[in-house]
Protein backbone atom coordinates (compact mmCIF):
# COMPACT_ATOMS: atom_id res chain seq x y z
CA UNK A 1 0.00 0.00 0.00
CA UNK A 2 2.86 2.60 1.38
CA UNK A 3 4.44 1.38 -2.31
CA UNK A 4 1.11 2.21 -4.06
CA UNK A 5 0.79 5.82 -2.30
CA UNK A 6 4.43 7.02 -3.03
CA UNK A 7 4.65 5.67 -6.93
CA UNK A 8 0.96 8.11 -7.35
CA UNK A 9 2.59 11.37 -5.33
CA UNK A 10 5.78 11.44 -7.16
CA UNK A 11 3.16 10.89 -10.59
CA UNK A 12 1.03 13.69 -9.37
CA UNK A 13 4.01 15.81 -8.65
CA UNK A 14 5.08 15.26 -12.00
CA UNK A 15 2.27 16.17 -13.39
CA UNK A 16 1.46 19.32 -11.24
CA UNK A 17 4.40 21.02 -11.52
CA UNK A 18 4.24 21.34 -15.62
CA UNK A 19 0.52 22.39 -14.98
CA UNK A 20 1.70 25.25 -12.45
CA UNK A 21 4.73 26.37 -14.64
CA UNK A 22 2.10 26.72 -17.74
CA UNK A 23 -0.28 28.75 -15.69
CA UNK A 24 2.66 30.49 -14.22
CA UNK A 25 3.62 31.40 -17.74
CA UNK A 26 0.45 31.99 -19.09
CA UNK A 27 -0.72 34.64 -16.07
CA UNK A 28 2.77 36.50 -17.17
CA UNK A 29 1.98 36.59 -20.94
CA UNK A 30 -1.49 37.83 -20.15
CA UNK A 31 0.13 41.02 -17.83
CA UNK A 32 2.62 42.19 -20.79
CA UNK A 33 1.57 41.42 -23.96
CA UNK A 34 -1.20 43.02 -25.91
CA UNK A 35 -4.25 41.57 -26.61
CA UNK A 36 -5.05 39.95 -29.99
CA UNK A 37 -7.93 42.47 -31.31
CA UNK A 38 -11.24 41.02 -31.81
CA UNK A 39 -12.05 40.41 -35.27
CA UNK A 40 -13.70 43.36 -37.06
CA UNK A 41 -17.25 42.74 -38.83
CA UNK A 42 -18.04 46.44 -39.15
CA UNK A 43 -16.37 49.29 -41.35
CA UNK A 44 -16.21 52.46 -39.68
CA UNK A 45 -15.35 55.31 -41.99
CA UNK A 46 -12.83 58.01 -41.13
CA UNK A 47 -11.47 55.96 -37.73
CA UNK A 48 -8.51 54.64 -37.03
CA UNK A 49 -8.63 50.96 -38.61
CA UNK A 50 -6.72 48.49 -37.02
CA UNK A 51 -4.91 45.65 -38.91
CA UNK A 52 -4.97 42.03 -37.14
CA UNK A 53 -2.09 43.16 -35.11
CA UNK A 54 -3.97 46.19 -33.66
CA UNK A 55 -2.17 48.84 -35.96
CA UNK A 56 -3.30 51.45 -37.73
CA UNK A 57 -3.38 50.34 -41.18
CA UNK A 58 -0.68 52.20 -43.48
CA UNK A 59 -1.14 51.92 -47.04
CA UNK A 60 -2.47 55.23 -48.24
CA UNK A 61 -3.51 56.12 -51.73
CA UNK A 62 -3.73 52.46 -52.43
CA UNK A 63 -4.71 49.97 -54.86
CA UNK A 64 -5.89 46.31 -54.51
CA UNK A 65 -6.00 43.08 -56.23
CA UNK A 66 -7.67 39.76 -55.75
CA UNK A 67 -5.21 36.59 -56.15
CA UNK A 68 -8.31 33.37 -55.76
CA UNK A 69 -9.90 34.02 -52.52
CA UNK A 70 -7.03 36.75 -51.37
CA UNK A 71 -7.14 40.22 -50.96
CA UNK A 72 -4.18 42.14 -51.18
CA UNK A 73 -4.10 45.89 -50.31
CA UNK A 74 -0.76 47.87 -51.67
CA UNK A 75 -0.27 51.55 -50.64
CA UNK A 76 2.00 54.16 -49.13
CA UNK A 77 3.68 53.59 -46.02
CA UNK A 78 3.91 56.32 -43.61
CA UNK A 79 4.45 54.90 -40.34
CA UNK A 80 6.17 57.24 -37.90
CA UNK A 81 9.44 55.93 -37.65
CA UNK A 82 10.50 55.01 -41.20
CA UNK A 83 14.36 56.19 -42.23
CA UNK A 84 13.58 59.11 -44.24
CA UNK A 85 15.79 58.64 -47.23
CA UNK A 86 13.99 55.66 -48.18
CA UNK A 87 10.26 55.68 -49.68
CA UNK A 88 8.06 52.51 -48.49
CA UNK A 89 4.82 50.44 -50.19
CA UNK A 90 3.42 47.75 -47.61
CA UNK A 91 1.14 45.18 -48.35
CA UNK A 92 -1.59 43.60 -46.71
CA UNK A 93 -3.89 40.47 -47.16
CA UNK A 94 -7.45 39.69 -46.70
CA UNK A 95 -10.11 37.85 -47.42
CA UNK A 96 -12.90 39.73 -46.24
CA UNK A 97 -11.93 43.59 -46.99
CA UNK A 98 -12.09 44.44 -43.27
CA UNK A 99 -9.27 42.14 -41.53
CA UNK A 100 -6.03 43.03 -42.92
CA UNK A 101 -2.91 41.21 -42.02
CA UNK A 102 0.18 43.30 -42.67
CA UNK A 103 2.67 41.24 -44.65
CA UNK A 104 5.89 43.59 -44.77
CA UNK A 105 7.18 46.65 -46.69
CA UNK A 106 7.38 44.95 -50.35
CA UNK A 107 9.44 47.63 -51.52
CA UNK A 108 11.84 50.48 -49.52
CA UNK A 109 13.85 52.11 -51.82
CA UNK A 110 16.49 54.99 -52.17
CA UNK A 111 16.18 57.44 -54.94
CA UNK A 112 16.59 55.66 -58.41
CA UNK A 113 19.05 56.34 -61.10
CA UNK A 114 19.34 60.73 -61.34
CA UNK A 115 16.87 61.42 -59.17
CA UNK A 116 18.02 63.15 -56.26
CA UNK A 117 17.08 64.91 -53.13
CA UNK A 118 13.75 64.51 -51.53
CA UNK A 119 11.49 62.48 -53.83
CA UNK A 120 7.93 60.90 -53.73
CA UNK A 121 7.05 57.92 -54.47
CA UNK A 122 3.04 57.58 -54.01
CA UNK A 123 -0.06 55.74 -55.25
CA UNK A 124 1.46 52.18 -55.61
CA UNK A 125 -0.91 50.09 -57.83
CA UNK A 126 -0.10 45.81 -58.73
CA UNK A 127 -1.27 44.02 -61.34
CA UNK A 128 -0.79 40.29 -61.70
CA UNK A 129 0.14 39.05 -64.93
CA UNK A 130 -0.78 35.20 -65.49
CA UNK A 131 1.59 34.91 -68.52
CA UNK A 132 4.69 35.99 -67.20
CA UNK A 133 3.55 35.48 -63.53
CA UNK A 134 4.73 38.18 -62.29
CA UNK A 135 3.22 40.77 -59.85
CA UNK A 136 3.84 44.36 -62.01
CA UNK A 137 4.10 47.49 -59.41
CA UNK A 138 3.65 51.25 -60.98
CA UNK A 139 3.74 53.96 -58.64
CA UNK A 140 4.26 57.74 -59.08
CA UNK A 141 7.52 58.81 -58.96
CA UNK A 142 8.23 62.34 -58.81
CA UNK A 143 10.63 65.20 -56.64
CA UNK A 144 9.55 67.45 -54.36
CA UNK A 145 8.35 70.07 -56.59
CA UNK A 146 6.20 67.33 -58.85
CA UNK A 147 8.03 68.54 -62.16
CA UNK A 148 9.64 64.88 -63.00
CA UNK A 149 5.63 63.64 -63.72
CA UNK A 150 6.44 59.77 -64.05
CA UNK A 151 5.58 56.43 -63.11
CA UNK A 152 8.35 53.86 -61.71
CA UNK A 153 7.70 49.94 -62.33
CA UNK A 154 8.82 47.28 -59.66
CA UNK A 155 8.46 43.96 -60.10
CA UNK A 156 7.99 40.50 -57.78
CA UNK A 157 7.36 36.80 -58.28
CA UNK A 158 5.19 37.02 -55.41
CA UNK A 159 2.37 39.44 -54.02
CA UNK A 160 4.24 40.01 -50.92
CA UNK A 161 7.65 41.10 -52.49
CA UNK A 162 9.86 42.13 -52.21
CA UNK A 163 9.57 43.68 -55.69
CA UNK A 164 12.55 45.11 -57.43
CA UNK A 165 12.95 48.68 -58.96
CA UNK A 166 13.16 48.35 -62.97
CA UNK A 167 12.77 51.87 -64.48
CA UNK A 168 11.02 54.89 -64.78
CA UNK A 169 9.11 56.80 -67.96
CA UNK A 170 6.45 59.21 -69.11
CA UNK A 171 3.75 56.67 -70.29
CA UNK A 172 2.71 57.38 -73.91
CA UNK A 173 5.73 60.36 -73.71
CA UNK A 174 3.06 62.32 -71.38
CA UNK A 175 3.31 63.66 -67.92
CA UNK A 176 1.98 61.63 -64.90
CA UNK A 177 0.95 61.96 -61.50
CA UNK A 178 -2.04 60.64 -59.79
CA UNK A 179 -2.08 57.14 -61.13
CA UNK A 180 -5.34 54.65 -60.67
CA UNK A 181 -5.56 50.88 -61.82
CA UNK A 182 -8.31 49.63 -63.69
CA UNK A 183 -9.34 45.78 -64.56
CA UNK A 184 -11.96 45.45 -66.39
CA UNK A 185 -14.41 41.75 -66.23
CA UNK A 186 -12.31 40.36 -68.92
CA UNK A 187 -9.23 40.98 -66.96
CA UNK A 188 -8.00 43.72 -69.08
CA UNK A 189 -5.71 45.87 -67.04
CA UNK A 190 -5.61 49.22 -67.83
CA UNK A 191 -3.32 52.47 -65.93
CA UNK A 192 -5.74 55.72 -65.37
CA UNK A 193 -3.09 58.61 -65.16
CA UNK A 194 -3.25 61.94 -64.87
CA UNK A 195 -1.46 64.51 -67.16
CA UNK A 196 -1.85 68.15 -66.32
CA UNK A 197 -1.59 69.73 -69.44
CA UNK A 198 -4.27 67.09 -71.46
CA UNK A 199 -6.64 65.23 -69.05
CA UNK A 200 -6.98 62.09 -67.15
CA UNK A 201 -5.77 58.98 -69.84
CA UNK A 202 -7.39 55.30 -69.07
CA UNK A 203 -4.38 53.65 -70.92
CA UNK A 204 -3.69 49.79 -71.67
CA UNK A 205 -0.33 47.63 -70.71
CA UNK A 206 1.77 45.86 -73.21
CA UNK A 207 1.56 41.80 -73.07
CA UNK A 208 4.28 42.00 -70.17
CA UNK A 209 2.32 44.57 -68.28
CA UNK A 210 5.80 46.75 -68.22
CA UNK A 211 4.65 49.60 -70.37
CA UNK A 212 1.74 51.69 -71.17
CA UNK A 213 0.74 51.06 -75.07
CA UNK A 214 -2.61 52.28 -75.46
CA UNK A 215 -4.31 55.30 -74.65
CA UNK A 216 -8.07 54.04 -74.85
CA UNK A 217 -8.86 57.68 -73.97
CA UNK A 218 -8.17 61.13 -73.10
CA UNK A 219 -11.16 62.40 -70.80
CA UNK A 220 -10.33 66.49 -70.90
CA UNK A 221 -11.07 66.97 -67.34
CA UNK A 222 -8.31 68.00 -64.89
CA UNK A 223 -8.74 65.51 -62.12
CA UNK A 224 -6.70 63.16 -59.67
CA UNK A 225 -7.32 60.25 -57.90
CA UNK A 226 -8.64 58.66 -60.98
CA UNK A 227 -10.88 55.69 -60.50
CA UNK A 228 -12.80 53.60 -62.71
CA UNK A 229 -15.62 51.07 -62.09
CA UNK A 230 -17.48 48.98 -64.74
CA UNK A 231 -20.68 48.31 -63.33
CA UNK A 232 -23.76 46.95 -65.23
CA UNK A 233 -22.25 47.62 -68.59
CA UNK A 234 -21.44 51.49 -67.72
CA UNK A 235 -18.05 52.26 -66.82
CA UNK A 236 -18.08 54.77 -64.34
CA UNK A 237 -14.81 57.18 -63.63
CA UNK A 238 -14.96 59.04 -60.06
CA UNK A 239 -12.14 61.74 -59.44
CA UNK A 240 -10.88 64.66 -57.38
CA UNK A 241 -10.09 68.11 -58.26
CA UNK A 242 -6.44 69.03 -58.05
CA UNK A 243 -6.15 70.96 -54.49
CA UNK A 244 -3.27 68.96 -53.31
CA UNK A 245 -3.95 67.06 -49.46
CA UNK A 246 -7.19 69.41 -49.24
CA UNK A 247 -10.27 67.21 -49.91
CA UNK A 248 -12.53 69.17 -52.82
CA UNK A 249 -16.45 67.99 -54.38
CA UNK A 250 -14.91 64.47 -56.10
CA UNK A 251 -16.80 63.96 -59.39
CA UNK A 252 -18.02 61.01 -61.97
CA UNK A 253 -18.91 60.58 -65.36
CA UNK A 254 -20.42 57.82 -67.36
CA UNK A 255 -19.15 56.03 -70.64
CA UNK A 256 -20.63 52.77 -72.88
CA UNK A 257 -17.16 52.32 -73.68
CA UNK A 258 -13.60 53.15 -72.21
CA UNK A 259 -12.51 54.75 -75.00
CA UNK A 260 -16.35 56.77 -74.36
CA UNK A 261 -17.68 59.18 -74.86
CA UNK A 262 -18.05 60.48 -71.50
CA UNK A 263 -20.67 62.67 -69.80
CA UNK A 264 -19.97 65.81 -67.93
CA UNK A 265 -18.89 65.07 -64.87
CA UNK A 266 -21.28 65.84 -61.85
CA UNK A 267 -20.74 65.69 -58.26
CA UNK A 268 -20.50 62.50 -56.59
CA UNK A 269 -22.31 64.08 -52.70
CA UNK A 270 -23.33 67.07 -51.67
CA UNK A 271 -20.70 69.58 -53.20
CA UNK A 272 -20.64 70.99 -49.84
CA UNK A 273 -19.18 68.04 -47.71
CA UNK A 274 -16.52 67.97 -49.98
CA UNK A 275 -16.89 64.23 -50.38
CA UNK A 276 -16.71 63.66 -46.95
CA UNK A 277 -13.13 64.99 -45.97
CA UNK A 278 -11.90 62.30 -48.73
CA UNK A 279 -10.09 61.93 -51.90
CA UNK A 280 -10.69 59.40 -54.17
CA UNK A 281 -8.05 56.51 -54.91
CA UNK A 282 -10.00 52.76 -56.08
CA UNK A 283 -13.35 51.35 -56.59
CA UNK A 284 -14.01 48.05 -55.68
CA UNK A 285 -16.34 46.13 -57.14
CA UNK A 286 -17.26 42.54 -54.93
CA UNK A 287 -19.62 40.21 -56.95
CA UNK A 288 -21.18 38.24 -54.23
CA UNK A 289 -23.76 35.29 -54.86
CA UNK A 290 -26.46 37.91 -54.23
CA UNK A 291 -25.80 40.79 -55.39
CA UNK A 292 -22.91 43.62 -56.65
CA UNK A 293 -21.38 46.15 -54.29
CA UNK A 294 -18.61 48.47 -55.62
CA UNK A 295 -16.92 50.10 -52.84
CA UNK A 296 -15.25 53.60 -53.04
CA UNK A 297 -12.04 53.66 -51.73
CA UNK A 298 -11.35 57.21 -50.45
CA UNK A 299 -8.01 58.72 -48.50
CA UNK A 300 -8.52 60.80 -45.51
CA UNK A 301 -5.16 62.74 -46.03
CA UNK A 302 -3.38 64.27 -42.53
CA UNK A 303 -0.81 66.12 -44.34
CA UNK A 304 0.89 67.04 -41.29
CA UNK A 305 0.83 63.85 -39.38
CA UNK A 306 0.28 61.42 -42.52
CA UNK A 307 0.73 58.29 -40.64
CA UNK A 308 -2.81 58.98 -39.33
CA UNK A 309 -4.06 59.70 -42.25
CA UNK A 310 -7.68 57.87 -42.51
CA UNK A 311 -9.75 56.14 -44.93
CA UNK A 312 -13.09 56.29 -46.28
CA UNK A 313 -14.71 53.17 -47.71
CA UNK A 314 -18.55 53.28 -48.39
CA UNK A 315 -20.72 51.18 -50.63
CA UNK A 316 -21.92 53.02 -53.36
CA UNK A 317 -25.84 53.77 -54.35
CA UNK A 318 -26.35 53.42 -58.23
CA UNK A 319 -29.61 54.42 -59.73
CA UNK A 320 -30.55 54.54 -63.71
CA UNK A 321 -26.97 55.61 -64.69
CA UNK A 322 -26.02 57.62 -61.55
CA UNK A 323 -23.88 56.91 -59.07
CA UNK A 324 -23.78 58.56 -55.00
CA UNK A 325 -21.63 58.34 -52.28
CA UNK A 326 -23.77 57.96 -49.07
CA UNK A 327 -23.37 59.96 -45.84
CA UNK A 328 -20.48 58.13 -44.27
CA UNK A 329 -21.43 55.45 -41.08
CA UNK A 330 -21.03 52.12 -39.98
CA UNK A 331 -21.61 49.19 -42.54
CA UNK A 332 -21.37 45.78 -42.84
CA UNK A 333 -20.27 43.26 -46.13
CA UNK A 334 -21.24 39.77 -46.55
CA UNK A 335 -18.24 38.75 -48.68
CA UNK A 336 -20.12 36.09 -49.84
CA UNK A 337 -23.01 37.51 -50.88
CA UNK A 338 -21.92 40.74 -51.15
CA UNK A 339 -24.57 42.27 -49.45
CA UNK A 340 -24.20 45.52 -47.21
CA UNK A 341 -25.93 46.35 -43.90
CA UNK A 342 -26.01 49.19 -41.90
CA UNK A 343 -25.64 48.21 -38.24
CA UNK A 344 -27.03 51.36 -36.73
CA UNK A 345 -30.53 51.23 -38.74
CA UNK A 346 -32.64 47.97 -37.46
C1 LIG B 1 -2.96 65.13 -54.44
C2 LIG B 1 -2.68 63.73 -54.84
O1 LIG B 1 -3.86 63.07 -55.10
C3 LIG B 1 -1.89 63.01 -53.77
O2 LIG B 1 -1.64 61.71 -54.16
C4 LIG B 1 -0.64 63.79 -53.55
O3 LIG B 1 0.12 63.80 -54.72
C5 LIG B 1 -0.94 65.21 -53.18
N1 LIG B 1 -1.74 65.82 -54.22
C6 LIG B 1 0.29 66.03 -52.97
O4 LIG B 1 -0.05 67.37 -52.74
Redesign the pocket.
Known amino acids: MAIIFKIRTSRNRLLILPILCFAVLNYTEAQTSPRQPAKLDTFRPGEVWPDVDGNHIQAH ?1 GGIIKIRKTYYWYGEQRGKDLDPQYRYVSCYSSKDLLNWKFMGNVVKMLPPDSLTGRWVL ?2 PKVFYNATTKKYVMYF ?1 IDDRQ ?1 KVAQVGIAVSDKPDGEFSYVKRFRPLGQES ?2 IGQFIDDDGTPYLVFEDRPNGFHIAGLSDDYMDVVKDMTLVKAHM ?2 GAIVNYEGLYYSIG ?1 GLT ?2 KPNPNKYSTAPTLEGPWTEFKDIAPPEANTYGS ?1 STMLIKVVGTKKTTVIYMGDMWKPSTQWDSRYLWMPLEFIDGKLRLPQPRPWKLNIKTGEVTFPDEK
Open positions: GERHYRDEGSGWQ
